[in-house]
């Protein structure tokens, strides 16, 4: 393989596959999806007790597509009849999407680096191959890049990632360094096997007043801590600043210069960042664990290379959920085709309008609730 196209897209996730959706509908068909295994293949790899925190509904017909649509005539509720689907859930959704709109997508590319040339970018592939292309767009999503703290002893710790069987715990406490949506799904499912738990957070969404769900506990999430919230016991305003593996326990140390002991490995529930890529760090400026980005999603220091998915932020503005990143896969076909001299058409960007999926300006993302 030494093609050349238009615009590659690496990773066939939400972000991958709804973004080339949208590109096609704009009429835009010199474009490819890489990825590394497959359409889907991150949520495949999802402890099968993990579910989406955001509600499936098929509410399409009234203007507002399935919270976790990524194209306006989708649904996973539907296809799924799963209101919090799980990862293989969505994968198969991922998969049906992606063969319903005849998307071109290759498996088994794992690019391994992309450097400037001639104008453009050529990505290497791991099997020795060459892909040329003009654009380059970035989908890797978050949870193939667990955010483990750096500190002394981190490698002491089971990250999030990492659980696949809830059933192979110990009956013991456990401790969990980190009291947001995935601290509190790991203590929930410990709990619901009669397994005890202190989480040390920092901060938590639990005491959160703010009505942006980026940044307050999810209902869903709320609502299973509330049912076992006996069996977990929070401790706020605790910076974990090293672990220390001993023959018998676990230390932890804090920054305010207390300490607690765990029998039990202690696990991570300390995010996700794909800046952990070696392709991000070298073709993006970082701050703060993030990509630094222009108004157009689009590299400050690499020229035509984008980012798309949970990863993007502008300001304050955090699109983490799909229902707020799948509001950039329309604008950025339209820059796209801006960028060729043509002009889009008007009649699809009404189609991702009328879907409440076109957000080209990030002023007026604050979320105010009354009550």
């Known amino acids: 393989m030494n093609d050349r196209y238009s615009i590659v897209i690496i990773g066939a996730g939400p972000?991958?596959?709804?973004?080339?959706?949208?590109?096609?509908?704009?009429?835009?068909?010199?474009?490819?999806?890489?990825?590394?295994?497959?359409?889907?293949?991150?949520?495949?790899?999802?402890?099968?007790?993990?579910?989406?925190?955001s509600p499936s509904f098929t509410s399409n017909g009234f203007g507002f597509p399935d919270l976790n649509a990524i194209t306006p005539d989708t649904s996973p509720a539907f296809s799924l009849n799963a209101e919090h689907p799980n990862g293989h859930q969505y994968?198969?959704?991922?998969?049906?999407?992606?063969?319903?709109?005849?998307?071109?997508?290759?498996?088994?590319?794992?690019?391994?680096?992309?450097?400037?040339?001639?104008?453009?970018?050529?990505?290497?592939?791991?099997?020795?191959?060459?892909?040329?292309?003009?654009?380059?767009?970035?989908?890797?999503?978050?949870?193939?890049?667990?955010?483990?703290?750096?500190?002394?002893?981190?490698?002491?710790?089971l990250h999030y990632a990492d659980i696949r069987d809830y059933g192979t715990f110990a009956k013991q406490p456990q401790a969990i360094i980190g009291g947001n949506e995935s601290g509190i799904d790991v203590a929930v499912n410990l709990a619901k096997r009669g397994?005890?738990?202190?989480?040390?957070?920092e901060t938590t969404g639990l005491q959160s007043n703010d009505a942006d769900p980026s940044k307050r506990l999810s209902t869903y999430t709320m609502n299973r801590f509330l049912a076992h919230g006996e069996m977990i016991h929070v401790i706020s305003n605790k910076q974990v600043v090293a672990v220390?593996?001993?023959?018998?326990?676990?230390?932890?140390?804090?920054?305010?210069?207390?300490?607690?002991?765990?029998?039990?490995?202690?696990?991570?529930?300390?995010?996700?960042?794909?800046?952990?890529?070696?392709?991000i760090n070298r073709l993006f400026k970082v701050a703060h664990n993030r990509p630094v980005l222009n108004n157009m999603d689009e590299s400050t220091i690499s020229p035509n290379v984008f980012l798309i998915g949970p990863q993007v932020t502008h300001d304050q503005v955090v699109l983490c959920y799909i229902y707020k990143y799948r509001q950039r896969f329309a604008p950025l076909a339209e820059e796209m085709i801006r960028r060729k001299g043509l002009q889009p058409n008007p009649e699809t960007r009404i189609v991702y309008q009328n879907a409440n999926m076109y957000l080209d300006e990030f002023d007026d993302c604050d979320v105010n609730c009354e009550c």
């Open 15 to 53: 972000a991958g596959i709804g973004l080339g959706a949208a590109m096609q509908h704009y009429g835009l068909s010199n474009f490819v999806i890489l990825d590394k295994d497959g359409v889907g293949a991150t949520f495949d790899k999802w402890n099968p007790e993990t579910h989406f925190i």
């Open 91 to 157: 994968a198969e959704y991922l998969r049906q999407v992606a063969l319903l709109k005849h998307l071109p997508v290759i498996g088994n590319a794992n690019v391994i680096n992309v450097k400037p040339q001639n104008g453009g970018y050529e990505l290497l592939l791991s099997s020795g191959e060459h892909i040329d292309a003009q654009y380059v767009f970035f989908g890797l999503g978050d949870y193939s890049y667990p955010l483990r703290p750096q500190i002394p002893g981190k490698d002491d710790g």
């Open 195 to 201: 397994i005890p738990s202190t989480i040390y957070t």
């Open 244 to 279: 220390k593996r001993t023959l018998s326990d676990y230390q932890l140390r804090f920054s305010d210069e207390t300490t607690a002991t765990s029998f039990t490995r202690p696990i991570f529930a300390t995010g996700f960042a794909v800046t952990k890529s070696p392709l």
